[in-house]
């Protein structure tokens, strides 16, 4: 385990009689890329702007490699930021704009020069150096913004949804070029993004924040197949989430009575026995058995097609609404609609959490 | 939904060409006749520079070039520090947040555009005779600053209002104290808002005539106080050729400033 390069100690941020950020605590590790995870208004770009220094915290500390930077201003803070639009200069060339951190900090023009070219050449744009950002497209543009928040090598970039503003097709290409970029430069990044897909497809942790809390740290897999509550759970990813009386819970497995009788034993987070849980399905961990196996009966409603995959709703017993998933390969024994359906669950499908 | 065709309503041409024949008719007579070679003001001689021959070797010509040279010192002094002190107040306006006062603070810098001229004339005359100021360049200057900063305002603050903050963070962030992020960053963006600010106050000055009358005290002269004068002991063509001078330089920096403003514009939405 490599050293903490940021340390988030109890920081709260108030804006008048509202509260953005309840106590939050988390470390960053250096070379680690951190995503900050959560949906609009849960907190995740007014902690960005805490450690970049545009937003004074109302309380708790921001260490550094151990330094409090809680009170510096952002021009001494030893971290860059790609903006969410960017932000590039208009009015100076993307050689001017990636040289004008490296200059500020009393970089002679010669070797400004010298490190932006490397910048830029990190992140495939050599040939753009003496154009305007209003000639460069969207993605490029993108990149400018990476050179110039990494030619100075700050200590950690933070990035405030930089994908957002691509076409799709541009933003799965860029997501694996930033993890590689991370990879080589070996800064930590802190990444904030409302989108699990990419949260989960370049982190090596996670933050899930909803309302001003952190709900889970954790590695992709972890927060995916092992969410701490409700939130967290039906924020990643699809799943099906089925109130649930708990029988019994020992040593993180939990007893619960499913729907329509049979009893089933599932991990939890929970440590002690409550009279009612919340099971957290996962669709693609559900398959269709003959009804002599199922440990869920249902009624199928309707199916969507989605290429590689095929979603079956269905109806329990009592009217809720469920979702399966299937791989396409299995379409051959889809139920029709109206048709009584058994459902197996898969190890790994369930998973009991507080209500 | 079908969109109303204004040109369609009934009179509408009639209405149109009634405001513009009311509106630039003395203009194009005066510049017509300006023109003019004989010495009346009513009756067409034939075509002729020789009014504007007599503007800058006729018997009057030191004094109008006296009045013009005053005219020009102080459109330029006024342009200047208004501009200063209207990029300060828009700076204030839009990026220190929100302060008490501050519907109040951008009431009172636009405030001199709500005034009727002649209230801040008598008022600045009033002010001037209290604190023991005698009428002169100086008084001049000094009202001329006042009302023309709102003038300087306006595209200043336009222009700043198109330029996001998260360009100053973004200096910040690499690096710039608050001083260069201003210096570097948005001073330079502001320009064409600022130039263009100039440029108005700048005309607005050069063309005051009210203000300038009451607080000019004797013996000194503007263009447009200078030409009432020599109007008031009766209108020669000479007066028409000054004025057609004067109106182009008009139309000249007002087209600058609409163009550099617009300039600034273009190069946002692109």
Redesign the interface.
């Known amino acids: 385990m490599t050293g903490t390069v940021i340390n988030i100690d109890r920081v709260v941020k108030r804006f008048g009689t509202f509260t953005a950020l309840h106590e939050v605590s988390l470390d960053i590790a250096e070379n680690e890329f951190f995503t900050l995870l959560g949906p609009s208004g849960c907190g995740k770009t007014t902690l960005l702007r805490c450690i970049a220094g545009f937003e004074p915290v109302s309380g708790g500390q921001i260490r550094l490699h151990g330094e409090d930077i809680a009170p510096l201003p952002p021009f001494k803070r030893p971290v860059n930021t790609v903006f969410q639009h960017y932000a590039l200069f208009p009015h100076m060339t993307v050689l001017e704009n990636v040289m004008f951190g490296l200059q500020r900090l009393g970089w002679s023009v010669v070797d400004a020069e010298g490190r932006a070219k490397q910048a830029l050449e990190l992140v495939h744009l050599s040939q753009f150096l003496k154009r305007r950002p209003g000639q460069l497209s969207g993605g490029q543009q993108q990149r400018v913004a990476l050179a110039r928040a990494l030619a100075p090598e700050p200590k950690v970039l933070l990035l405030d949804e930089p994908l957002s503003a691509l076409d799709l097709k541009l933003r799965q290409a860029v997501r694996m070029e930033l993890k590689q970029i991370q990879r080589e430069t070996g800064i930590a990044f802190v990444f904030v993004t409302h989108d699990q897909e990419e949260a989960l497809t370049m982190s090596d942790r996670i933050a899930v924040m909803s309302d001003g809390h952190v709900q889970q740290i954790g590695a992709p897999r972890e927060i995916y197949e092992a969410p701490v509550n409700r939130f967290v759970a039906d924020f990643i990813g699809e799943t099906n989430l089925i109130e649930v009386p708990v029988l019994g819970i020992a040593d993180g497995m939990a007893e619960v009575s499913l729907p329509g009788g049979r009893a089933l034993r599932c991990p939890t987070p929970l440590n002690r026995a409550v009279g009612q849980g919340v099971l957290s399905l996962r669709p693609e961990r559900i398959d269709l058995c003959p009804a002599s196996e199922a440990d869920l009966t249902v009624i199928a409603t309707d199916q969507v097609y989605l290429g590689t995959d095929i979603q079956l709703k269905a109806q329990l017993a009592g009217g809720q609404e469920m979702t399966v998933r299937l791989q396409n390969a299995q379409a051959t024994r889809l139920p029709e609609r109206g048709a009584e359906v058994g459902l197996k669950l898969e190890a790994g499908a369930a998973r009991l959490l507080s209500a | 939904m079908k969109q109303l065709d204004l040109r369609r309503f009934p009179g509408f041409f009639a209405i149109t060409l009634l405001c513009v024949v009311v509106l630039y008719a003395p203009l194009l007579v005066v510049s017509v006749y300006s023109f003019n070679a004989s010495t009346s003001i009513t009756s067409w001689g034939g075509a002729s520079l020789a009014w504007y021959v007599d503007v800058f070797t006729g018997p009057e010509s030191p004094k109008f070039q006296r009045a013009a040279m005053n005219s020009l010192i102080i459109a330029v002094l006024a342009g200047i520090c208004a501009t200063l002190i209207a990029t300060s107040a828009a700076v204030a306006m839009h990026r220190a947040g929100r302060f008490r006062g501050k519907t109040a603070t951008f009431a009172l810098i636009n405030l001199p555009l709500m005034v009727p001229e002649v209230v801040t004339a008598v008022a600045s005359l009033i002010f001037f005779t209290a604190i023991g100021f005698s009428g002169g360049i100086g008084t001049i200057l000094l009202a001329h600053i006042t009302f023309c900063i709102p003038f300087a305002y306006l595209p200043i603050a336009a222009r700043m209002q198109s330029v996001?903050d998260?360009?100053e963070?973004?200096?910040?962030?690499?690096?710039?104290?608050?001083w260069?992020a201003f210096r570097?960053?948005l001073l330079?963006?502001m320009m064409p808002g600022i130039f263009s600010g100039f440029l108005l106050a700048f005309i607005i000055s050069l063309d005051d005539f009210l203000i300038t009358n009451f607080v000019k005290g004797a013996g000194v002269e503007t263009l447009p106080t200078a030409i009432f004068g020599a109007v008031k002991q009766g209108i020669k063509p000479n007066i028409m050729a000054i004025s057609t001078l004067m109106l182009a330089v008009s139309v000249v920096f007002v087209t600058l400033s609409w163009l550099i403003g617009r300039s600034g514009q273009a190069?946002k939405t692109?």
Do not use: G, N, V
């Open positions: 996001p998260s360009y963070q973004a200096a910040m962030d690499l690096y710039a104290t608050p260069e570097l960053i330079p963006l190069k692109e």
